[in-house]
């Protein structure tokens, strides 16, 4: 009878198994059991990855793949072309990758394309199709800096899964996005994924900006005109939908958009809305919105027509009071200064007492003055602080400025927007302070007990967590002390955090009642 093999050679053959990347040799070390194989196993799962990437067909065919069922795949597989950002190359390993694993690997549910330029010659769509087809477990598809020469090719790609819940694109690019009748049928004839749930295009890279803003009228004509003869719509689960740009012929366009998608709770904006047609004329529609983020270039380079325009969506009268949560950004500390921050009080004040959560951020004003878009004047008879009166349902509110040492810190419009809360029900205040230096705290000290005066009035007896970040300076152990110190009336109840983390938890509300 054979001697087993020593601990130590079996533990050469897995780095060997891991060096050729036998991945289904390697899982079946995975299951071997008993104490003095625990090794073993922790070894062999060591050369298991969660994530895989392919930039050659060469390297998807290195992949040994057994005949029976074996290793069940990554979680995540990426598809490269270029090496760097703003290289793009051909991607035939898509094919070769939907070709061999196809029905092998279950277990993948992301799949990254990045750096990719889509050629017709490297890539048979019907075969591919159908080999992608066959990874149902793919339920998030994610582009990167991708090109494509028609519009009909991008969406192929996109209904090849028909279990996908989310899609987001970055920085895709689309040659011909004219849509004629030959398109539109092509486009009928395609399932779109039913199951689809977020959305998002967003644009990081300025280069040719004319081919990319084109995204959202690009969704807009493919969900309007596309699949209207449907008794059931494929949007039907479509719950968020993230922009960087918004750019459609009018405002009426934009509000079809949103209502085929029945379901649509979030809309995230991050950057510039503009609608090439303006007109007087608000298309009476009714919207299930319940969270909206404009984000700080929509504030900065958003012409103000265009301002008026979105919001008056919202704020007419079929469009209804279903804002929960609403997130913006504002003039320099938090002052009422243009048209758009007008406009955005508007909406704010229509969503009346649905409000629930809100988030108020300054734009820094050096960039506030270099674009002029932002720099219109408002009306003379403007209220300088942001007006939160009607909001009497208000539980969160997040607010964030820049620390202004020679200002007198009693008369900002934070202090004016804290002093006017009107609701009963605020349970959450979190507000960032952003400083150029450390040579602003001994003013800043000042200001703090003004500041717990104002969070110990009637309006804030129920308040179950104040948050205090600040940006900009090292918060040493000192500093946290000299800042609870400052606020002795609220932190006799124990509510106070001083945060020195993230920023990303303090504008999710939900986050913030942790």
Known sequence: MPRPLPLEVWLLIVDELGAAREYDALEACTEASGKELELLNERAKKYIPNELRFRTPEEVASIQVARKLGWLGPKCVRIEGGEHRGERLPIPHLATFASRLARKWYNVSVLVIERAEWRAQDLDFPSLSLSLCYFASITHLHLHDV????????????????????LRAYDIEIANTAIDARTLTALRLLSAPVELRVIEFVTEQPRDLAARADCAKLFQVIITQAVPFLKTSPWSLVSELDFQHVTCPTAAAFARLLCALPTLKKLSIRGPCKFSEQSTDVPDMTFRLDRLDLGKDFSLQSESQSVDALIGLFTQPRAGGRLRDISVWLSPYLRVMTSTDVA?????????RSLSGLGLRALPEDGFRMYSKASLL??????????IAANTDLNFLGCSIDFKPEDKFQDSPLMELLNNVTSGWMTHVSVTFHFKDAAGLPRFWIALPQLDLALSRNAFTKLRSVRIHLCGIEVTYMIRNIITLCFRRINKSYILHIDTGN???IWNRYNSYD
């Open 503 to 505: 920023l990303a938890g």
């Open 378 to 387: 408002a009306a003379p008879n403007t209220v300088r602080s942001f007006n």
């Open 147 to 166: 090109a494509f020469p028609t519009v009909r090719t991008f969406w192929r790609l996109v209904c090849a899964f028909p279990d996908l819940l989310t």
């Open 344 to 352: 955005l009080n508007r909406l704010v004040k229509h969503a009346g």
